[in-house]
């Protein structure tokens, strides 16, 4: 059975149509990239997938157990909150906290969630994180004495502590120097060695291509197609894709 089964999801904002039915299987330990041009609606898409959003139609279901159908919404907050605990989610611009270290900012969810029991295995946890993330020695820092780099590798490790399902990734290098590029990429890399289920969009095709197991092309709210993220992204099926994938500096 799929980790994450998605089936049909449309959204739309007023009267323009952003997601026009997605459909796709994630299997565990799996990594799928997403690929495609701007407002072709990979960001709505993860914002339905962590609940973010409300999709208006079609249904996600996470190890067999539809979470959400369109056709009964979820409207209670503590329902909301535990389906949200199934996705981590990594944003373009990192979204830590600045009045927090990274240490905090990585167990500060945890915490809360506890209601402050298991307070030690939370912060060790913390700290082996940022060791994996390879920052260790700056745990005590606050986001303003880090790099972009080092701040997004923080915003990784602050997703993973709440020991999601499935990590979604909305393009995590985007707003990095191309030298800062290199070490998160490293880190994304290294969770899909160790078959972190993930869900990445991003712009850098190599990694795309390189990383993932399978690899999904959306166009105007579509997925125009999807398969093996190898074949798609050397040898793509539709003209379509083909287009992109040139458009794009290698
Ligand atoms: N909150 C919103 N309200 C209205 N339109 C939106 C909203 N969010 C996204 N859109 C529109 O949806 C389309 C897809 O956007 P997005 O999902 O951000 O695409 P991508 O991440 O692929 O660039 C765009 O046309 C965008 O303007
Ligand atoms: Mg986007």
Redesign the pocket.
């Known amino acids: 059975m799929p980790i994450l089964e998605v089936r049909d999801l449309k959204k739309n ?2 009267k ?1 149509e ?1 997601l026009k039915g997605i459909s796709f299987d994630l299997e565990e330990g799996e990594a799928i990239s997403i690929i ?10 993860l914002r339905c997938l962590n609940f973010l959003e409300t999709a208006d139609e079609g249904t996600i279901s996470v190890r067999g157990e539809c979470l959400f159908d369109g056709a009964h919404p979820v409207t209670d907050a503590e329902k909301l909150r535990r389906m949200r605990l199934h996705f981590g989610l990594v944003f373009q611009q990192f979204n830590l906290f600045p009045q927090y270290t990274a240490l905090e900012n990585v167990t500060l969810a945890p915490l809360l969630a506890s209601g402050g029991a298991d307070r030690g295995a939370i912060i060790d946890n913390g700290k082996q994180l940022l060791d994996q993330m390879g920052l260790y020695d700056r745990m005590d820092n606050y986001p303003h004495q880090l790099s972009g780099g080092q701040q997004q590798r923080v915003a990784i490790a602050r997703a993973l502590a709440l020991k999601p399902d499935i990590l979604c990734f909305d393009e995590p290098t985007s707003a990095l120097d191309p030298e800062l590029t290199g070490e998160v990429l490293k880190v994304i890399r290294n969770l899909a060695e160790k078959k972190t289920t993930m869900i990445i ?1 991003t712009h850098e095709m190599a990694f795309a291509r390189d990383v993932a197991d399978k690899a999904i092309f ?1 166009d105007g709210g579509v997925i125009l197609e999807q398969g093996p993220a190898k074949e798609l992204i050397n040898n793509p099926r539709q003209e379509r894709t083909r287009q992109f994938l040139s458009g794009l500096a290698k």
Do not use: A
């Open positions: 904002f007023d323009t952003v495609g041009s701007s407002g072709s609606g990979k960001t709505t898409l969009v959306m």
